[in-house]
Every structure is written in structure tokens, then in C-alpha cells.
């Protein structure tokens, strides 16, 4: 499922963050964050973390056929535990 829907112009990078902290348990934190995409015209282009929150950076590389993808984040915890949340990006021409 996901838990937000963004629409993005082709021509744009831009960025889509997960906040995980009301997810996390007390003293519990991201130890580790991955990003995987629907279909490879989706280009994630830089990502990062912090103890509470994922980053992701997306562009496509040139004039896009299909218009849905889900990014798809995978954590663990310090604590062992492990999520995944998707975003659902519609790209559009503004």
C-alpha cells in the first residue's frame, strides 16, 4: 500500500522522505534503509537515512511511457526489526 501519492514532471529530480519515528518503539532507530522502484525507467538517484528518516532522490533519464511507479523503502532497526512503506509517483508533464 502506499502511503503517499506524488506526481513528478519527467524533467525533475526531486525528493520523497519517509518519516519513520512514530513507527520506531521507544530507544529503537534505523540502522539501515534500501529503495527499490517498480520498473527500472525510474532512476533513484541518491538516497539516505537518519535514525528517524529515509530520503530517496528520483529522476526518470528521458521521456516516460508508462505513468505509475512505487518506490519502495526496506528498513531495519538497531532492535531487528524490519518495514517497508511505497510511494506512488505518477509522472506528468506540469
Not at 3 to 20: E, G, H, K, N
Not at 41 to 61: E, G, Q
Not at 86 to 93: D, E, M, N, P, V
Request: net charge negative; hydrophobic share 40%; proline share 3%.
Amino acid at each position: 500500500m502506499a502511503i503517499a501519492d506524488f506526481t513528478q514532471d519527467p524533467a525533475s529530480r526531486l525528493d520523497y522522505a519517509v518519516d519513520w519515528s512514530s513507527w520506531l518503539v521507544a530507544g529503537d532507530t534505523i540502522s539501515s534503509s534500501s529503495w527499490s522502484v517498480s520498473d527500472p525507467v525510474l532512476i533513484i538517484d541518491t538516497s539516505s537515512n537518519t535514525s528517524t528518516t529515509t530520503t530517496v532522490f528520483a529522476k526518470f533519464p528521458s521521456a516516460v511511457i508508462k505513468s505509475n511507479y512505487m518506490l519502495t523503502n526496506l528498513i531495519t532497526t538497531v532492535q531487528g526489526r524490519i518495514n517497508t512503506q511505497s510511494i506512488r509517483l505518477t509522472a506528468q508533464k506540469a
